[in-house]
């Protein structure tokens, strides 16, 4: 299967501040999705976005699909958006892959 | 629209013991998948059902079984209990179209083995 790489695992950040998440992929992939892990444990849905650009909000995201990567974008952070960031992608068949996940927490 | 629903929300075992979790897939939903996640990790997936049928494993072992519905809804089932087993087990629904289906996490059920 494939391999899911994300960077950094943790940060931490004034609120305000800007931040990007990177996720890599070992081999190419037809799904490719973001979430939000808040406190509670509930994984929200960010993006679906096996390649190209999309922007909702404060956050956007970008797939380069041909170099097997994916960026977030956070602008603007608020304490809200503390929590763990997930990318999961799947080539094939039925089984998403997670990364380890990008540890973010937004200070006041 | 209602969205994923998970039961129960927590649970308390010994080791060697059975247990089942239960999910309630998004209205509309004919695809669910399990995921084990532990503590500090990303989710692992276990497997998906489509249309009743298991349709996708991942590495687990067969003491992990689980069903589908014909209402959609599954069963996530775990025999003989071990103190590894102690995880965050997530349920996730789609709308199965090819490889675009986008999957929905409920909230999961946090098991403790003892």
């Known amino acids: 299967g494939i391999q899911v790489e994300q960077s950094p695992p943790d940060l931490i950040l004034q609120e305000g501040a800007n931040s990007t998440l990177r996720c890599n992929f070992s081999?190419?992939?037809?799904?490719l999705q973001w979430f939000h892990q808040n406190p509670w444990g509930q994984l929200i849905n960010l993006f679906y976005?096996?390649?190209g650009t999309k922007q909702n909000g404060r956050l956007s995201a970008t797939t380069v699909a041909t170099e097997r990567y994916s960026l977030l974008y956070i602008s603007s952070s608020q304490t809200t958006d503390s929590g763990v960031y997930f990318c999961?992608?799947?080539?094939?068949?039925?089984?998403?892959?997670f990364g380890g996940g990008t540890r973010l927490m937004v200070k006041p | 629209e209602t969205g994923v629903t998970q039961s129960p929300t927590h649970l308390i075992k010994t080791r060697g013991q059975q247990v089942t979790l239960r999910c309630s897939s998004q209205?509309?939903?004919?695809?669910v998948s399990w995921y084990q996640q532990a503590l500090g990790q990303g989710p692992q997936f276990i497997f998906q059902?489509?249309?009743?049928?298991?349709?996708g494993r991942g590495n687990f072992p067969p003491r992990f079984s689980g069903l589908q519905f014909p209402n959609y809804s599954s069963e996530l089932n775990v025999n003989a209990l071990e103190l590894d087993d102690s995880a965050l087990y997530l349920c996730?629904?789609?709308?199965?179209?090819?490889?675009?289906?986008?999957?929905?996490f409920g909230p999961g059920t946090r098991l403790t083995v003892l």
């Open positions: 996730a629904s789609s709308l199965k179209l090819g490889p675009k289906d986008t999957q929905y």
């Open positions: 999961a992608g799947r080539k094939g068949g039925n089984m998403l892959t």
């Open positions: 081999d190419s992939v037809n799904n």
């Open positions: 059902y489509y249309r009743e049928e298991e349709n």
């Open positions: 976005i096996p390649s």
């Open positions: 209205s509309g939903h004919n695809t």
